[in-house]
């Protein structure tokens, strides 16, 4: 069945012409298999594919991956042993066994076929909430369990739920050298900020706020040293900050002007812009020029 489905989506590449190039996200998300290939991150975050990618092992001694019918849980090998190293910290935290892990990217990364603008070369995933109290889940049991909030519904201020086990957490993930940067909920990171003490700030610069965010935290890693194709994120987290820790004027606008927005859109133009082009809309003219080999590796 894998070689039927692989075959199908390569007969597929081949079939389409330039001018009605077939969606990347259906062309990515229908290989269910690695490519055997080096392991490349190609592209950028958001617009990019991965070659050679391996798997998370879908349990370990302090982690387990989660929604495994997504197919989602493979990365680039040094994003597989952050988790893993990470995993074993969050075991030490009190109320944690470790940790429960979900999306990562697709066999061959690419665009998703649903629910993620990256993920798309290896090297993104996100952690859930949700402390785990047992690592022996069956397949069913992980498709049906749910992570926590850690948001108030007004989206401004952190619940119960949130504790300094999560601040603990991210400090030591945003504190790893392998780390660029982390996505949490705004109201996490003002919480963090709170709490932080003068001495030892410089890990926040790496907690970006955006919205969603509430149920996981997202850990996005950097370019590996010597992957060329891999594009470095711009703008930095030091130039986001201007050299500071994030806890200004930037993070209060999340929970101000941003929300405001939402409640009151603004009215849109009479003529609007084409609206770009997303990871749901690339094609794979879109993607680099390497992204087509990777689909056609064995």
């Known amino acids: 069945m894998i070689r039927l489905t692989t075959a199908l989506v390569l007969g597929l590449l081949g079939a389409v012409p330039a001018q009605a190039d077939t969606l990347a996200r259906l062309a990515f998300g229908a290989i269910p298999v690695p490519s055997q290939q080096q392991p490349t991150p190609i592209g950028s975050y958001s617009r990019g594919c991965a070659a050679g990618l391996v798997a998370l092992p879908e349990s370990g001694p302090t982690w387990q991956a989660m929604r495994l019918n997504r197919n989602r849980y493979y990365g680039q090998p040094v994003m597989i042993s952050f988790l893993e190293d ?10 944690w066994q470790g940790l429960y892990i979900g999306d990562i990217s697709q066999p061959r990364g690419g665009p998703m076929t649903g629910g993620h603008a990256s993920h798309q070369i290896g090297l993104d995933a996100d952690i859930w909430m949700l402390p785990p109290q047992r690592l022996n889940l069956t397949r069913a049991e992980r498709e049906k369990i749910s992570s ?4 108030t519904a007004d989206q401004t201020r952190v619940t119960r739920n949130w504790t300094p086990a999560h601040m603990a957490l991210m400090k030591t993930a945003a504190s790893d050298p392998r780390v660029d940067r982390i996505f949490v909920a705004a109201a996490a990171k003002i919480a963090m900020c709170n709490a932080a003490p003068r001495g030892d700030r410089a890990w926040l ?13 997202h850990v996005r890693l950097k370019c590996p040293p010597g992957s060329t194709m891999c594009e470095v994120q711009r703008p930095t987290v030091a130039d986001l900050s201007k050299g500071g820790d994030g806890c200004d004027d930037t993070l209060n606008w999340w929970v101000t002007t941003y929300l405001d927005e939402l409640r009151n859109p603004p009215k849109k133009p009479a003529s609007p812009a084409p ?17 087509r080999n990777v689909l056609a590796s064995r």
């Not at 690339?282 to 680099?288: A, E, G, I, K, R």
């Open 205 to 217: 610069q790496k907690i970006r706020p955006i919205y969603s965010h509430d149920t996981h935290f």
């Open 275 to 291: 609206a770009p082009k997303t990871a749901r809309t690339y094609t794979l003219s879109d993607l680099p020029a390497a992204c």
């Open 86 to 95: 990470l995993s074993r910290y969050a075991a030490t935290l009190p109320g």
């Open 148 to 151: 926590i909030s850690i948001r």
